[in-house]
C-alpha cells in the first residue's frame, strides 16, 4: 500500500457557506447548547454550508490551530496544542481552550455522493504508533501527518438526511488537555448531481470574547444576510 503522509494544511474546500447572526437561531442555538450541556456563550455563531453537484471538503480537523495559523507551526506540534495549553487563544486566554463537540446536521436529503467521512479513526495505527500505543493513553501534540488517501482504521460514513443531527469531537475537553484528535479527521466527498445544504455548530470548551477573529481565522465572510425565518 502507497503510504502518504503528509500534513493535513494544504486542505481544500470548494463549497461556498455563511454565517449566521445569533439573534437569527436563538431557538437552535439553545437547544444546542442543552444537547451539549454547555453555556449558549461557548457556541460559535451557526454556519450554513452548501455544495453544489462536484463541490467537497478534503481531509480536515475542526479543532482550532488558532493563533499561530500565519506563523510557521512547529512541525511536532502541528496544531499549536502545546501553546494553547499554556497560553489559551486570543479571546480566551485559558489553558487547552479549544474546538471540543461539533455537531452537523444535514438540511436535505442527498441520494449520492456527499456524505461526510470520517476515514483515519485509528491515525496511531497509520503512524506506526507516533503517541505511543494510543492516543487515548498518552494524549499529546503531535505532527499531524497521517495517511492522507488510504485512511486508517474504521471508515465512518454518514449519507445526509434531512434533519439528521451527527456529532463528533474535534479535541479533548480542556480539563483533559484540549488536544487535537488526529482520530477525528474527516471530509465531505463530493456531492454528485443534487446540491447538498448542511449546519455546522461548532462549541468551544470555554466562551470567545472574539468571534470575528475566530470567523476571520476561517475566512468566512461576514453575514450580511438575515435568514428568513428565525428557528
Ligand atoms: O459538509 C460536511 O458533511 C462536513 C462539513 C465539515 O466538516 C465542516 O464544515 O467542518
Ligand atoms: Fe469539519
Given at each position: 500500500m502507497r503510504q502518504t503522509f503528509h500534513n493535513v494544511s494544504g486542505r481544500s474546500r470548494t463549497s461556498s457557506g455563511c454565517v449566521l447572526r445569533n439573534d437569527e437561531v436563538p431557538t437552535l442555538r439553545a437547544r444546542f447548547a442543552r444537547l451539549a450541556g454547555?453555556?449558549?456563550?461557548?457556541?460559535q455563531p451557526l454556519k450554513v454550508s452548501r455544495y453544489e453537484p462536484g463541490e467537497r471538503f478534503d481531509i480536515h480537523t475542526d479543532a482550532f490551530r488558532g493563533d499561530l495559523r500565519d506563523a510557521e507551526p512547529d512541525p511536532n506540534d502541528w496544531w499549536a496544542d502545546r501553546h494553547r495549553v499554556e497560553h489559551g487563544v486570543k479571546g480566551a486566554p485559558i489553558s487547552g481552550c479549544n474546538r471540543m463537540l461539533t455537531i452537523f446536521v444535514y438540511l436535505n436529503t442527498v441520494a449520492r455522493g456527499g456524505r461526510t467521512r470520517w476515514r483515519w479513526t485509528n491515525h496511531d495505527l497509520a503512524l506506526g504508533g507516533s503517541h505511543g500505543t494510543s492516543f487515548y493513553e498518552a494524549p499529546g501534540p503531535g505532527s499531524g501527518r497521517t495517511e492522507v488517501e488510504h485512511g486508517s482504521g474504521a471508515d465512518v460514513s454518514v449519507a445526509p438526511v434531512e434533519g439528521t443531527g451527527v456529532l463528533h469531537f474535534p479535541a479533548c475537553t480542556a480539563a483533559a488537555g484540549g488536544w487535537t484528535d488526529y482520530n477525528a479527521y474527516h471530509e465531505a466527498e463530493p456531492t454528485v448531481d443534487e446540491t447538498k445544504w448542511v449546519a455546522q455548530q461548532f462549541i468551544w470548551s470555554h466562551e470567545r470574547l472574539d468571534w470575528r477573529a475566530v470567523l476571520d481565522a476561517e475566512n468566512h465572510e461576514p453575514s450580511t444576510r438575515r435568514s428568513d425565518d428565525v428557528i
Open positions: 454547555v453555556a449558549v456563550s461557548a457556541l
